[in-house]
């Protein structure tokens, strides 16, 4: 396997043996580097963090098991490179080093990147740390069929246009419930519409929720009006602009947008009517 030494028993001491002369070699160069060319701590940290730990972990998956031989080996590589970076005593612990240098336990972090990918690529619930991530539950990607060329450019601003149809929408994250909403003025007529989003979803996909069902609402009420929708998650729209997001909230959103609907952002907290309203609303959702 290309970068990986997998042996007979699949124990992952022959790849760790061969690690660690690969982060000796490295290491030593960089201790030259060091006291020759005046590299400080933080640099020499830095280079650890995004460099050494790095090749630790390279393809964890394929060959860390967690085995308390696998620990002993891994923690002793990072042993070695937290030395040369703190100039501690070569007596002084593991666990002191790490607390000195402010780097993570190796093993832990190897134990994290099995878990990723245990929930990235096979969807499956872990607890690396006692803490149940499930990753049956988490969104997956799906690429859009549509051409790029055919999709309708998002432009949004922060203006506050009168219209016959006006969406406020909003979402909200509040006593672990995550809920969204939108508040629909058309002509005289106003309407309110809630929606409870799973809990383990964040702010920023009940406000995508939000802004996706105002659209749905409209292409089924209100199919031949002008719309102008607001939100106040300016980092909702921003993602709406950007074609190459792989969010697939954000895709089905942008998807269903066409040239009738404008988009607007508008401050939170400055006593917008329609947008105290919708975050009422976003808030009573149950």
């Known amino acids: ?38 590299l400080s701590v933080t640099v020499v940290k830095l280079l650890y963090k995004r460099a050494l730990e790095r090749i630790l972990v390279y393809a964890a998956p394929a060959w860390w098991t967690g085995s308390a031989l696998q ?21 002084t612990s593991s666990k002191a080093l790490q607390v000195c240098c402010g780097a993570e336990p ?14 990235k690529h096979r969807r499956e619930d872990v607890s690396p740390f006692g803490t149940l991530l499930e990753g049956s539950k ?32 909003d979402g909200s994250k509040l006593d672990g419930r995550v809920r969204a909403a939108f508040i629909v003025y058309h002509h005289h007529l106003v309407e309110e519409h809630q929606y409870r989003v799973s809990d383990h979803c964040s702010v920023f996909q009940a406000e995508t929720v939000a802004i996706q069902q105002a ?22 729209l921003m993602s709406l602009q ?5 969010n697939g909230q954000v895709q089905k959103t942008w998807q269903l947008l066409d040239a009738s609907i404008s988009l607007h952002w508008v401050k939170t907290h400055i006593g917008v009517a329609g947008n105290k309203e919708a975050d009422r609303a976003a808030k009573a959702a149950t």
């Open 71 to 91: 620990r002993v080996k891994a923690t002793s590589i990072q042993q070695q490179v937290l030395l040369a970076i703190s100039g501690a005593f070569r007596t």
């Open 138 to 169: 988490m969104e997956r990607f799906t690429a859009s069929q549509r051409h790029l060329g055919h999709l309708t450019p998002v432009h949004w601003d922060g203006q506050q246009p009168n219209s016959t149809l006006s969406i406020y929408t």
């Open 242 to 246: 950007n074609h190459q997001i792989k």
């Open 215 to 236: 659209i749905n609402w409209k292409l089924q009420n209100a199919p031949n009006d002008s719309c102008h929708i607001f939100s106040d998650g300016m980092s909702v």
């Open 1 to 38: 396997m290309l970068g990986v030494i997998l042996d007979d028993g699949q124990t992952g001491i022959a790849h760790l043996s061969s690690l660690r002369n690969r982060v000796m070699q490295i290491l030593n160069r960089l201790t030259i580097a060091k006291h020759r060319r005046g």
């Open 106 to 119: 190796i093993d832990r972090v190897l134990d994290m990147e099995v878990a990723w990918y245990a929930i």
